[in-house]
Every structure is written in structure tokens, then in C-alpha cells.
């Protein structure tokens, strides 16, 4: 089963930020928070990632709750580029690197 | 370029012949990964590899082999495919260690088996 639960669609106008929400709440200490996102059936590409620390970069920023258990992905103005699924994942430090990606949220971005 | 190169990308075979997906990756990573996708289940992983000689078994590892003799290549191994394995299959690779690095993506092989 994965460990995290994301919607699985959600709407955004464009030109809006888009908020992705994840929950995450056995997440354990030595984790990171990941988001991917897929277009049609390319290979996933990277967003951003961090470990509690809300992070930024060119394409998104991720906001961690203090306690770790949830997460959210911001596309600050989105496009209809943006229209994609968007996979929020768990990452495991060590040995046991078995990485489970779940269902997505399928976001799409209204003209 | 840093790259994951998946190949085939395309591929359609019939049931019992034996099928090798290729993955090779140029960045020195020392995890790889095969994920299989398919409508409603999301990405699904089906092996993956910590480095050189060390593999293990993801969510779905029925049906299917890896090997890691090198650290560039992790290729993917149907022996005997069946068509419920019809899928599109993805490689990825990223750096390990204590600060894990990002996924990096292959393009993507999409299998038919009749």
C-alpha cells in the first residue's frame, strides 16, 4: 500500500496557484518528501523535494507541516502545461529503498 | 546529458518468448529501479537495485528477473512473458546515501504480449 493519500483530481484555473495537498502521516524521521509529476504517459519528472524545511524552486514550493504528516505542493501560477498527474512519495534513507508512488492526483487546469 | 535510456521503447511479442528491456543510465547512480504502469494502478515497482550485485524485490516482482553486473545497466528480464504483463514499463535511477537524491525517469517501454 502506498504511504501517503493524495485526491485524485483536482481543478485549478489557470493563472491560479494550484494547491496539492498529501497526506503523509507515518512518515518516520529519516524520510523525504517527494513530488513527481507524470504528463500523458512520459516519465515521471522530479518537482522538488525536502525533508521538513519548507522548500522553493523555479517550479514549486512545498510546504511541510510542522509535525511531517502532511504536505502540499504550490504551483505558484499554473499553465496548461500543468495539466498532469502529480505523485507525492516517501523516501526511505538507508537499506530498505523501496520506493511506492501510489495513485497521483490528476490535476487539470481550466482555460 | 544526464539520461536514463530505456530500449525497446516499443515492443510487441507473443506468449513464452523471452523478452530483455534494456536500462542504462550515465550519471553513476547507485540505485536503480523498474516500475510497470498500468490504468487505475498507478506506478507499481517491480525490482529494484541498491548497487552492484545487490537486487531486490519491489510491489509486483511475479514474472520478471533483474540483474545488476554493472553499475550503468540494470536490464529487465521476462522469461516467459504472459499477456497480463502488457504494460508501459519504467527504469529510473537516482544517487543514494544518507541525503537520497531525485528519481531520474527513463522514457518509458511500452509491452504487448499476445
Known amino acids: 500500500d502506498a504511504k501517503t493519500t493524495q485526491p485524485t483530481s483536482m481543478d485549478c484555473a489557470e493563472g491560479r496557484a494550484a494547491n496539492l495537498p498529501c497526506n503523509h502521516s507515518?512518515?518516520?524521521?529519516?524520510?523525504?518528501v517527494y513530488w513527481y509529476r507524470q504528463i500523458h504517459s512520459q516519465g515521471p519528472q522530479y518537482i522538488i523535494h525536502?525533508?521538513?524545511n519548507n522548500e522553493t524552486n523555479e517550479m514549486a514550493s512545498l510546504i511541510i507541516t510542522e509535525d511531517r504528516k502532511s504536505s502540499t505542493l504550490i504551483l505558484p501560477h499554473a499553465t496548461l502545461r500543468d495539466t498532469a498527474v502529480y505523485y507525492c512519495i516517501v523516501r526511505v534513507v538507508g537499506r530498505d529503498d523501496k520506493i511506492i508512488f501510489g495513485k497521483g492526483t490528476r490535476l487539470h487546469i481550466l482555460p | 546529458e544526464a539520461q536514463v535510456t530505456q530500449n525497446p521503447r516499443y515492443l510487441i511479442t507473443v506468449t513464452g518468448k523471452k523478452l530483455t528491456v534494456t536500462c542504462s543510465q550515465n550519471?553513476?547512480?547507485?540505485?536503480m529501479s523498474w516500475y510497470r504502469q498500468d490504468p487505475g494502478l498507478g506506478l507499481r515497482q517491480i525490482y529494484y537495485s541498491m548497487n552492484v550485485e545487490v537486487t531486490d524485490k519491489g510491489d509486483v516482482p511475479e514474472g520478471y528477473k533483474v540483474s545488476r553486473k554493472e553499475k550503468r545497466n540494470f536490464p529487465l528480464i521476462l522469461e516467459s512473458p504472459s499477456p497480463n504483463q502488457t504494460s508501459l514499463y519504467f527504469c529510473a535511477s537516482s544517487s543514494s546515501g544518507r541525503k537520497p537524491g531525485e528519481l531520474f525517469f527513463g522514457e518509458g517501454s511500452r509491452l504487448t504480449v499476445l
Open positions: 525536502g525533508l521538513k
Open positions: 507515518t512518515i518516520s524521521g529519516n524520510e523525504y
Open positions: 550519471m553513476n547512480h547507485e540505485y
